[in-house]
């Protein structure tokens, strides 16, 4: 995302309540910066904010929390909620490549915005969605994994649909264009309402991974054949 470099960013960053400022510190006990039990969803890249903050007015017994490495474009989502009190939230500004570095088994969904879609070939391990990334998501989430993810990038989308096949997810929703779905409560984020109305389509889709699945099938198996 580009954005002017905001002047006084650390000094933004420094006094929001929404900021957890050391995240590393928090994992394992993310519920306890909550001070609930309820599911945690991420989203990676967050941008200016949109999706995660109204998300988070929408499902007050959700945590949400947002992830961003640029502390311009953070600034943006800070500004959008400091005069107003959401329990259920929280921005982190740190890279995802260290996603395991603050969450430990504690992650019930993830959300992908939008990423950022690293055209060439001799890129495609920066991709949100390759190999790499799923190693490392396959240690912060809770129990079953779910992902969802938005673009309007068809190849980022070909791309990730082969990714999570081959590393055991299974499609649960697609959508060629979310923007026709009406049976979806679909809140938009800042890229899409600008892609929207380029006449982009917008590719969604939703994609899950059972923990325990294979164990469970080669205990079947080997049921069968005992
Ligand atoms: N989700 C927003 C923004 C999409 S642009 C929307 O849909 O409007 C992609 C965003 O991901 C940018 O703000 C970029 O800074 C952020 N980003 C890219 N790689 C990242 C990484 N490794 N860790 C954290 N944020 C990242």
């Known amino acids: 995302m580009r954005v002017r470099n905001v002047k006084n960013k650390e000094e933004i960053i420094n006094n929001s309540n929404y900021i957890v400022m050391d995240p590393i510190k928090n994992k394992g ?37 947002g992830l961003e490495k640029n502390s311009s474009v953070i600034t943006y989502a800070i500004k959008k909620v400091n005069d107003i009190e959401l329990s259920n939230l929280k921005f982190i500004r740190y890279d995802a490549n260290k996603i395991d570095d603050i969450f430990d088994k504690e992650i019930d969904k993830l959300y992908l915005n939008f ?7 001799r890129h495609a391990k920066r991709r949100l969605t390759s ?26 989308f070909e791309y990730s649909l082969i990714s999570l096949t081959n590393n055991g ?58």
């Open 131 to 156: 190999n790499i990334f799923l190693e490392k998501y396959d240690k912060i989430f809770k129990k079953d994994r779910i992902i969802e993810m938005k673009t309007d990038n068809k190849n980022l």
């Open 29 to 65: 006990s993310w519920q306890k910066v909550f001070n609930n039990s309820n599911p945690i969803y991420l989203e990676i890249g967050m941008g200016k904010g949109n999706f995660i903050i109204k998300n988070a007015k929408k499902y007050p017994n959700i945590n949400f929390i």
């Open 169 to 226: 997810y299974i499609i649960v929703d697609i959508s060629l264009n979310i923007t026709e779905r009406e049976d979806l409560d679909n809140i938009k984020t800042e890229y899409e309402e600008k892609f929207i109305l380029k006449n982009n389509p917008i590719y969604f889709v939703r994609m899950l991974k059972r923990v325990n699945f294979w164990k469970k099938r080669v205990f079947l198996i080997n049921l069968c054949y005992n």
């Open 115 to 121: 990423s950022d879609p690293w055209p060439k070939e």
